[in-house]
């Protein structure tokens, strides 16, 4: 059995991205944010969004 050329990720390390949605401090609008954008910006207003989840 050979060694796997990929020990240094593994598969369970791989994340899928999913979407949140985030509700605009500045405006109020809930945006669909995906968990992997790293500076998501509200489609209605173009204030950046934190992290003010509403699941």
Known sequence: ???S???EKPACSVKVPVPEMIACSGCGYENEVW???EQPVC???GASLKATRTS
């Open 1 to 3: 059995m050979s060694v």
């Open 5 to 7: 050329q990929f020990k």
């Open 35 to 37: 968990n992997d954008e």
């Open 43 to 45: 489609v209605k207003c």
